[in-house]
């Protein structure tokens, strides 16, 4: 089982990033999809889910009408578009692949580093 974050970065407030989390090793279809963060010397907390056909979505109130959390089950993937990036965002983030019966994944996470 692997999950492997990509795309994160130094960005400007203001700018924009998109995270991306490619799965291998299991039934990825079956299972939620959720991104965490980690701000500096903060807990992790949740950020956007999708559920396993991606009919639903839910979001943090801190990036409600600002990030959008997409899935291809074709393609094994789940990304996070990040808008209106703002210092407070920066954090590592972390894809999770999760469902009721089973199956707790995380991947390794990714750096996001908002400043001017």
């Known amino acids: 089982v692997q999950l492997v974050e990509s795309g994160g970065g130094l960005v400007q407030p203001g700018g924009s990033l998109r995270l991306s989390c490619a799965a291998s090793g299991f039934t990825f279809s079956s299972y939620v999809m959720t991104w965490y963060r980690q701000p500096p010397g903060k807990e992790r907390e949740l950020v956007a889910s999708?559920?396993?056909?991606?009919?639903?979505?839910n979001y943090a109130d801190s990036v409600k009408g600002r990030f959008t959390i997409s899935r291809d089950n074709a393609k094994k993937t789940v990304a996070l578009q990040m808008n209106s990036l703002k210092p407070e965002d920066t954090a590592v983030y972390y894809c999770?692949?999760?469902?009721?019966?089973?199956?707790?994944?995380w991947g390794q996470g990714t750096q996001v580093t908002v400043s001017s």
């Open positions: 999708a559920s396993n056909v991606g009919d639903t979505t």
């Open positions: 999770r692949a999760h469902r009721l019966f089973g199956g707790n994944y």
